[in-house]
């Protein structure tokens, strides 16, 4: 369960890596959404390690780990669409759909432990 986990945390940072692939040449557009897309990952992993530390430790998960995951996405975000992205006033879009990313890989992992 743990090497799943940690796969999934591997796995949100590799894509971390592409996102900083991006070519010179991208237009605006394509630096904002690449900028989006790596605040998003950074909060997915943010929030998978507070759980992978919750489970590896046997306790809850401390919410004060997912408040700041949530806090630092918020910042990161803001700082991207205060560029002038042409996508502006999606966070909320975006972190439901990395949250519910979260939360279904938690379920696919945790499945089996549940009473």
């Known amino acids: 369960m743990k090497r ?3 796969g ?3 796995v949100a940072l590799s894509l971390l890596m592409a996102v900083r692939a991006v070519d010179a040449a991208a237009t605006r557009a394509e630096k904002c959404a690449a900028a989006e897309l790596k605040a998003a990952g950074k909060k997915a992993a943010a929030k998978l390690r507070c759980h992978e530390n919750a489970l590896s430790q046997g306790k809850a998960v401390a919410s004060a780990c997912l408040a700041n995951a949530n806090a630092r996405f918020a910042v990161a975000f803001s700082k991207v669409e205060a560029r002038g992205c042409a996508t502006a ?6 972190e439901d759909r990395v949250d519910g990313f979260v939360a279904g890989l938690l379920h696919g992992v945790t499945a089996g432990d549940q009473d």
């Open 4 to 6: 799943i986990l940690l």
């Open 8 to 10: 999934a945390v591997g």
């Open 89 to 94: 006033d999606d966070l909320a879009e975006i």
